[in-house]
């Protein structure tokens, strides 16, 4: 990239509180004009990105560049970039013009007179009124509220209030604009109408959109490149359709779109054994090796029986307008599919993907993860077919177990979780395995071992095909039968499906 089209530039930026990493070595160029867009789940460090551009907050190390200068300890007043929050506050008693002009009213620049005596200095000064007035007409058109000028702005729809607080924003005429979750407060109809708006905007001003989302439709529809957060480390950088079509791992799949991920095995040359079958495909990976496989809905080719790869039985049907959209089952695994054409409930259909469809990724062997977990009626969470005791009220920031088995949140509100989906995450080194099979919640047999340095790591395979990777300093052979046992509080769990699902009265 040409050096002077790089607008901002963060250096190995890093940010902790009270000792906690909560941005950790964030990298990146944003270009001129470009619209960005920090994409990830609620408490993964992307305000606080945006807070460090803007200067209300400092990096704990790193550093912010901004047209080559460092502006990593400037005041926020002092840089080119406005914000639109969140949680935008306008006066109430000011009516559309007011607002807009407010910041510009109270704004001195430095204008360069002459004296009497001939001398030229440079003093401080208000902006005239006509240039006020040139700037809010401008800023108030281009949010398409030029005539709405004298309007109380408590009377104004959720829509209209946010197109005041972008022009507030706008009006300054910032290099870069900085929008945390401004539509998050919309309703869905309005939030689409502001994308669409957002990004005409962006094509009018031609400034940099820096924008920040934790809803990935709208990041997919708005942005010119997306990054992709998790527990304050980037993920993937990339375009809509690098991040969609090439997720970098299993979470970026997960998150972005939907998706089919399972876990798979690499079972020859350009073969791959995932949903117990064996799949061709473009990627060699080892013989054995673990990977994680990625199929989108569109990608799965619905056949009559004994023409594709695996058989399965439709167990639901969903009609989307142009398609419809089916969960198949194959054996325990589902899969989401998309057709055109109609099938019944109940029928057996056989399943095929263009082995180019088939995206393998290399297997992070940092945890084990079962995306297809789910928590039964005794708040167990069920891994393959093995329940494990576990932290269900953990689903909820806050949560807390009532004597009946709720979750109830902090703010008061009942979630009854039987039956939810969810991921559950077990670390390698928070499982203990056993030669008693009467001991732990799950057993299995050890198909493979390797010596780690100073430890063994163990992968133990279930019954029904779920893989356990275990890290220990005990020794067990291959094709030992041994019971696995994880402490509920190993067990971190996320809901796949919106909390709201769960709420009970
Ligand atoms: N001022 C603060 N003091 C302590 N912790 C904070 C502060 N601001 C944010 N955090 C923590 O940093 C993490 C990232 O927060 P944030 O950047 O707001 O996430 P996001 O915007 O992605 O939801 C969270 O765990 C949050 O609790
Ligand atoms: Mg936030």
């Not at 912010?64 to 969140?86: A, C, E, H, M, Y």
């Not at 007179?113 to 030229?120: A, H, S």
């Not at 058989?311 to 054996?331: C, L, T």
């Not at 807390?400 to 077990?426: E, H, M, Q, R, S």
Request: glycine share 8%; hydrophobic share 40%; aromatic share 8%.
């Amino acid at each position: 990239m040409e050096e002077n089209d790089t607008i901002i530039r963060l250096q190995h930026v890093c940010k902790e509180f009270d000792g906690l990493k909560v941005v950790d070595d964030f990298n990146l160029d944003v270009k001129r004009g470009e619209f960005i867009t920090i994409l990830g789940p609620s408490g993964c460090g992307k305000t606080t990105t945006l807070r460090m551009i803007a200067g209300f907050e400092l990096p704990s190390s790193g550093t912010i560049l901004l047209n080559g200068q460092d502006i990593s300890l400037l005041p926020p007043n002092k840089r080119p970039v406005n914000t639109v929050f969140q949680h935008y506050a306008l006066f109430p008693h000011l009516d559309v013009y007011d607002n807009v002009a407010f910041g510009l009213k109270l704004k001195k620049i430095p204008v360069e007179v002459t004296d009497r005596k001939g001398n030229k200095k440079t003093v401080m000064k208000h902006l005239d009124p006509k240039t006020i007035d040139e700037k809010v007409s401008r800023a108030l058109q281009i949010v398409d509220l030029d005539e709405m000028e004298d309007r109380d702005v408590s009377t104004l729809s959720g829509g209209q209030q946010q197109r005041v607080a972008i022009a507030r924003a706008i009006v300054n005429e910032p290099k870069v604009l900085l929008l945390d979750e401004p539509l998050s407060a919309l309703d869905h109809k309005m939030r689409k109408d502001m994308q669409i708006e957002l990004k005409e905007m962006h094509k009018k001003l031609g400034i940099t959109f820096f924008y920040v989302t934790h809803d990935q439709e709208e990041a997919l529809t708005m942005s010119d490149r997306i990054i992709v957060m998790k527990g304050g480390l980037i993920q993937q950088i990339g375009t809509p359709e690098d991040i969609y079509n090439e997720p970098i791992n299993a979470f970026v799949a997960d998150f972005i779109g939907e998706s089919n991920i399972y876990n798979g095995t690499m079972s020859g040359k350009f073969k791959v054994r995932f949903i117990g079958a064996q799949w061709d495909c473009i990627d060699d990976f080892p013989l054995n090796e673990k990977v994680d496989i990625v199929v989108r809905p569109e990608d799965v080719i619905m056949l009559p029986p004994g023409k594709g790869v695996v058989e399965g039985v439709i167990a639901s049907k969903i009609f989307k307008g142009v398609h419809y959209e089916f969960i198949v089952n194959v054996g325990k695994n589902e899969v989401l599919c998309r057709d055109t054409h109609d099938h019944e409930v109940g029928t057996t259909v056989s399943l095929a993907v263009e082995k180019e469809n088939i995206q393998i990724m290399h297997k992070e062997l940092t945890e084990n993860q079962y995306v297809d977990a789910w928590i039964n009626k005794n708040n167990e969470v069920v891994i393959g077919e093995d329940p494990f005791p576990c932290k269900v009220e953990t689903l909820i920031p806050g949560g807390k177990l009532d004597d009946d088995g709720y979750v109830i949140g902090p703010d008061g509100k009942k979630y009854d979780f039987n039956d939810a989906d969810v991921v559950a995450t077990v670390g390698l080194d928070v499982i203990s395995l056993s030669d008693d099979l009467s001991s732990g919640h799950a057993n299995g047999q050890i198909i493979n071992l390797v010596w780690i340095g100073d430890h063994f790591q163990y992968i133990v395979r279930t019954d029904d095909d779920e893989d356990y990777v275990v890290n220990s300093v005990y020794s067990w052979n291959e094709n030992d039968l041994v019971a696995v046992d994880i402490a509920p509080e190993n067990i971190k769990l996320r809901l796949k499906k919106d909390p709201s699902n769960y709420v009970v009265d």
